[in-house]
């Protein structure tokens, strides 16, 4: 977090000042669009998510234990609203939406590389898409947020151990998958 004691805003908040937990907000904000993005495949979905997770952490912040660092806090709550969404609607996406998708950027300003880097992006979102819940959790956590593995431990109430296996069969699955869809064939092509 930028240079502010959490510890100091959430005290804030809980003694009543409100508008305080905005600057919570603006820091997680795009963290958390990320995480809710990475794991529906939907702009729309992840916005909304977004939205009730913070609204579900002012509610919950009474809960928050002074001493530990609220961005896990913050993403275990995130978590629980995400995995309440996907109960929800049961059905993922057959394929990662496109639309809302980050683009990505050639440093070089190569078009030809940047559309490479988007479709391996999409592809691989609708891999993340096809894990179970569980899976994608981890996947996500460790390498579009950059969680260590104890933290990752912490959000998803698993042991360390069994973060870091979840951590490695994701990825073996996904290797399982790009295989089977010769993946490796085409970047072999590009």
């Not at 937990?21 to 729309?44: C, E, H, I, N, W």
């Not at 104890?150 to 109430?157: C, F, H, P």
Request: with cysteine; aromatic share 10%.
């Amino acid at each position: 977090m930028k240079q502010i004691d959490e510890g100091e805003i959430i005290g804030r908040v809980l003694g009543g000042d409100r508008e305080a937990f905005a600057v919570l907000v603006d820091a997680y904000k795009g963290p958390v669009f990320s995480l809710a993005f990475r794991m529906t495949g939907s702009a729309q979905d992840a916005d909304d998510l977004t939205q009730e997770s913070f609204l579900r952490a002012f509610q919950y912040l009474g809960r928050f234990r002074a001493g530990e660092r609220f961005f896990p806090w913050l993403y275990t709550v995130s978590l629980n609203v995400i995995r309440n969404h996907l109960r929800k609607v049961k059905a993922l996406p057959e394929e990662a939406t496109e639309k809302g998708m980050p683009d990505a950027t050639d440093p070089c300003g190569d078009e030809a590389h940047a559309a490479i880097g988007r479709e391996q992006g999409r592809r691989l979102q609708g891999y993340l898409l096809r894990l179970p819940v569980p899976v994608r959790e981890v996947l996500v956590l460790r390498f579009y947020e950059g969680l260590g593995f104890e933290d990752i431990a912490s959000v998803t109430g698993d042991s360390l151990s069994s973060a870091k296996m979840k951590v490695y069969r994701g990825l073996e699955k996904i290797r399982a998958m790009m295989e089977a869809d010769g993946f490796f064939d085409d970047e072999m092509r590009s």
